[in-house]
């Protein structure tokens, strides 16, 4: 089911004895089942916009709208069962153990004993920690990539519309946040729900998002896919925001879905593959490697969902930013 | 050594009766300070100057020295165990607050914002997220209030609230040392007993929210 979950708009944001807006005029539609990053340095309003979504935070000026309706008419509690919230400090609750954490929704919602416990450990399973072992420890007892993982199974325990990520995985070393930033598009790829996911991280943006907002002092500067942004900057913020990735680092940080065509014909079995969201510069060692003309895209189940061209990704690394006027 | 005994054969009724009028003053003032104390100490989380201003209230009277609290007092509510019950009750009242409003704000505030942000309502959040958290800092305050009022209880004695102080200012006003002797014992023995008691509740009770 497509059409527009949450509209934003005309939406700012001025907290009590400040003169800056921290969010300012932003309009924004999201579709249903988007993964959507929003990047930009610290200070420029993400939080900000984030918790106006999730009615942390009153609008100063604007409407948000959820599935049509404006969120300023809903009841506010139950709106927000409707959201899972994830935020960087994760604020797991320490007095209660991985299960009952992830029980609190739920059992709020007057849910059965035993569905809560299914809906437990069905979670952890999906954010692979194990059920036996995991369930009931309590936070102190967990790493902290896991407590991530039991934070972001939290958020997800009612089977919210949409997640709300706050820099979820800002503290985490580098390995394990790309470990987690895996299987955080494979959930979002099996239960198809809507993700607005704040980062200040170029590449995770670029890595996790189907769209970016690329935001700086509460103005959303470009909305748009990170091919397009990476390719077509809207203006000078943006244009030098990416400068500093050179061609090399663009194919980095692009996923190979991001200009993959939908196959037409039967697959050929002698076509090389790679993962939807592998990076295309793994894609070109894979050319470079089989020479072969074509490669396919697959999923982890190794569906097919599409294919690059040699062609195609050659145009990409012969294409000049634009934007270059904007730098004298 | 054998008066000592024999004073505590002779007269164990009697003890034993001024014993549990002390428990009692002291019971009445913990349930009365702390039934004011959690929801004060809770509405006070919501505005800082509020907060100082209360406290600092209470710190004020806190400073007041209890005979001098008693003296005050007498000319509104007359001699008796009423009297001494709420002169003590302000002075616990003050340990209550700050430890109440310390229980409060020791909650971590991703915690609360976490509660919030999924949608729970103010009195799940007050009952399944900041009691839990926040009771052992609560106990805390209840145990140093007990203590506190067991002898400040003791003083009471003074303007005829009954209480093991009655043993105390007899011996005192009768060059009695047996008495005096039996006075600190009982007094200092219910003191051990309860901040006993109470610190094994607060052991528990920090283990079950920080396990
Ligand atoms: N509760 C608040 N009261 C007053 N000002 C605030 C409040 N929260 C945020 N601000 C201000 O609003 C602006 C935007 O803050 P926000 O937290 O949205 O930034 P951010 O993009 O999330 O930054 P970061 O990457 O550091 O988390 C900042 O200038 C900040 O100081
Ligand atoms: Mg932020």
Redesign the interface.
């Given at each position: 089911m497509a059409g527009k979950i949450i509209e934003i708009r005309g939406v700012s944001k001025q907290f009590k004895n400040a003169q800056a807006y921290a969010v300012d005029h932003v309009s924004i539609d999201v579709s249903r089942g988007d993964f959507i990053t929003i990047m930009g340095t610290s200070g420029s309003g993400k939080t900000t916009l984030l918790k106006m979504i999730?009615r942390?935070h009153e609008l100063t000026d604007g409407n948000i709208f959820f599935e049509g309706q404006n969120i300023h008419d809903l009841k506010?509690?139950?709106?927000?069962?409707?959201?899972?919230?994830v935020?960087q400090?994760?604020?797991?609750?320490?007095?209660m153990t991985v299960a009952e954490n992830i029980a609190?929704?739920p059992k709020?919602l007057h849910w059965g004993k035993d569905r809560i416990a299914a809906r437990a450990s069905e979670l952890l399973s999906l954010v692979h920690l194990e059920p036996a072992i995991y369930k009931d420890r309590?936070p102190?007892q967990l790493s902290g990539g896991q407590q991530q993982r039991v934070?972001l199974a939290?958020?997800l325990a009612a089977d919210p519309e949409i997640m709300?990520m706050d820099e979820p995985f800002g503290a985490i070393d580098a390995i394990t946040r790309q470990v987690l930033q895996d299987e955080l598009l494979a959930i979002h790829r099996k239960t198809g729900k809507t993700v607005l996911f704040v980062t200040h991280d170029l590449h995770e943006a670029f890595r996790l998002g189907d769209k970016v907002i690329i935001m700086n002092e509460g103005r959303v500067q470009q909305y748009d896919t990170p091919y397009n942004i990476l390719f077509h900057p809207a203006n000078g913020y943006v244009a030098k925001l990416v400068a500093s990735e050179d061609i090399i680092e663009k194919l980095k940080v692009l996923r190979a879905d991001s200009i993959s065509t939908p196959v037409q014909v039967t697959p050929d079995g002698r076509v090389p593959r790679v993962l939807a969201n592998a990076p295309l510069s793994a894609v070109l060692g894979k050319f470079m490697e089989t020479g072969a003309p074509q490669i396919y895209v697959e999923d982890a189940q190794g569906r097919i969902e599409g294919s690059i061209l040699w062609n195609s990704l050659q145009s990409i690394a012969s294409l000049r930013t634009e934007g270059a006027e904007y730098f004298v | 050594m054998t008066g000592f005994f024999t004073y505590a054969t002779k007269h164990w009724g009697r003890m034993l009766e001024l014993l549990l009028q002390h428990l009692e003053i002291v019971g009445i003032v913990l349930g009365i300070s702390i039934c004011f104390a959690i929801p004060i100490g809770y509405l006070l989380t919501h505005s800082k100057i509020a907060s100082a201003f209360v406290i600092g209230l209470f710190s004020v009277l806190y400073a007041v020295p209890s005979l001098a609290m008693f003296a005050i007092l007498l000319r509104f509510t007359g001699l008796g165990m009423k009297t001494a019950v709420i002169a003590i009750s302000i002075y616990a009242q003050y340990i209550l607050l700050r430890s109440v409003t310390a229980g409060f704000s020791s909650v971590?505030s991703?915690?609360?914002?976490?509660?919030?942000?999924?949608?729970?309502?103010k009195a799940?959040i007050l009952f399944?997220?900041q009691f839990?958290?926040a009771a052992p800092v609560f106990l805390s305050g209840i145990r140093i209030a007990t203590i506190a009022s067991v002898g400040l209880a003791a003083i009471a004695s003074t303007i005829h609230s009954g209480g093991i102080g009655d043993l105390l200012f007899e011996g005192i006003n009768n060059l009695y040392p047996v008495k005096i002797v039996w006075g600190v014992i009982l007094s200092s023995g219910l003191a051990f007993a309860l901040n006993f008691g109470l610190g094994k509740a607060e052991r528990y009770l920090t283990k079950?929210?920080?396990?």
């Amino acid at each position: 089911m497509a059409g527009k979950i949450i509209e934003i708009r005309g939406v700012s944001k001025q907290f009590k004895n400040a003169q800056a807006y921290a969010v300012d005029h932003v309009s924004i539609d999201v579709s249903r089942g988007d993964f959507i990053t929003i990047m930009g340095t610290s200070g420029s309003g993400k939080t900000t916009l984030l918790k106006m979504i999730n009615r942390i935070h009153e609008l100063t000026d604007g409407n948000i709208f959820f599935e049509g309706q404006n969120i300023h008419d809903l009841k506010v509690e139950a709106y927000r069962k409707k959201i899972g919230y994830v935020i960087q400090q994760i604020g797991l609750f320490p007095h209660m153990t991985v299960a009952e954490n992830i029980a609190v929704v739920p059992k709020s919602l007057h849910w059965g004993k035993d569905r809560i416990a299914a809906r437990a450990s069905e979670l952890l399973s999906l954010v692979h920690l194990e059920p036996a072992i995991y369930k009931d420890r309590y936070p102190s007892q967990l790493s902290g990539g896991q407590q991530q993982r039991v934070g972001l199974a939290r958020a997800l325990a009612a089977d919210p519309e949409i997640m709300l990520m706050d820099e979820p995985f800002g503290a985490i070393d580098a390995i394990t946040r790309q470990v987690l930033q895996d299987e955080l598009l494979a959930i979002h790829r099996k239960t198809g729900k809507t993700v607005l996911f704040v980062t200040h991280d170029l590449h995770e943006a670029f890595r996790l998002g189907d769209k970016v907002i690329i935001m700086n002092e509460g103005r959303v500067q470009q909305y748009d896919t990170p091919y397009n942004i990476l390719f077509h900057p809207a203006n000078g913020y943006v244009a030098k925001l990416v400068a500093s990735e050179d061609i090399i680092e663009k194919l980095k940080v692009l996923r190979a879905d991001s200009i993959s065509t939908p196959v037409q014909v039967t697959p050929d079995g002698r076509v090389p593959r790679v993962l939807a969201n592998a990076p295309l510069s793994a894609v070109l060692g894979k050319f470079m490697e089989t020479g072969a003309p074509q490669i396919y895209v697959e999923d982890a189940q190794g569906r097919i969902e599409g294919s690059i061209l040699w062609n195609s990704l050659q145009s990409i690394a012969s294409l000049r930013t634009e934007g270059a006027e904007y730098f004298v | 050594m054998t008066g000592f005994f024999t004073y505590a054969t002779k007269h164990w009724g009697r003890m034993l009766e001024l014993l549990l009028q002390h428990l009692e003053i002291v019971g009445i003032v913990l349930g009365i300070s702390i039934c004011f104390a959690i929801p004060i100490g809770y509405l006070l989380t919501h505005s800082k100057i509020a907060s100082a201003f209360v406290i600092g209230l209470f710190s004020v009277l806190y400073a007041v020295p209890s005979l001098a609290m008693f003296a005050i007092l007498l000319r509104f509510t007359g001699l008796g165990m009423k009297t001494a019950v709420i002169a003590i009750s302000i002075y616990a009242q003050y340990i209550l607050l700050r430890s109440v409003t310390a229980g409060f704000s020791s909650v971590e505030s991703s915690v609360l914002e976490a509660s919030r942000g999924m949608g729970l309502g103010k009195a799940e959040i007050l009952f399944r997220i900041q009691f839990p958290l926040a009771a052992p800092v609560f106990l805390s305050g209840i145990r140093i209030a007990t203590i506190a009022s067991v002898g400040l209880a003791a003083i009471a004695s003074t303007i005829h609230s009954g209480g093991i102080g009655d043993l105390l200012f007899e011996g005192i006003n009768n060059l009695y040392p047996v008495k005096i002797v039996w006075g600190v014992i009982l007094s200092s023995g219910l003191a051990f007993a309860l901040n006993f008691g109470l610190g094994k509740a607060e052991r528990y009770l920090t283990k079950r929210a920080h396990p």
